[in-house]
């Protein structure tokens, strides 16, 4: 067996676990999504009904 060139050295203390940064990822990523979701409300509550049924049957005639 060959003898190891290099010795093991510690982390830094800068760089994090990969946990802390999966769960901020999905942390704002939640927070995207409520946020969407709440100015979709507002903007329903707003302009009423009409106006989004309007949208989507105008995006989906678009498609086809």
Same mark, same amino acid.
């Given at each position: 067996?060959?003898?190891?060139?290099?010795?093991?050295?510690?982390?830094?203390?800068?760089?994090?676990?990969?946990?802390?940064?999966?769960?901020?990822?999905? +942390? =704002?990523?939640?927070?995207?999504?409520? $946020? @969407?979701?709440?100015? %979709?409300?507002?903007?329903?509550?707003?302009?009423? +009904? =009409?106006?989004?049924?309007?949208?989507? $049957? @105008?995006?989906?005639? %678009?498609?086809?």
């Amino acid at each position: 067996m060959a003898p190891q060139l290099t010795t093991p050295q510690q982390m830094s203390s800068s760089i994090q676990p990969p946990r802390r940064i999966s769960q901020a990822i999905v +942390t =704002a990523g939640v927070i995207v999504g409520v $946020a @969407a979701v709440l100015a %979709a409300l507002v903007l329903w509550f707003h302009y009423g +009904t =009409a106006v989004f049924f309007e949208t989507i $049957a @105008a995006g989906i005639s %678009a498609c086809f």
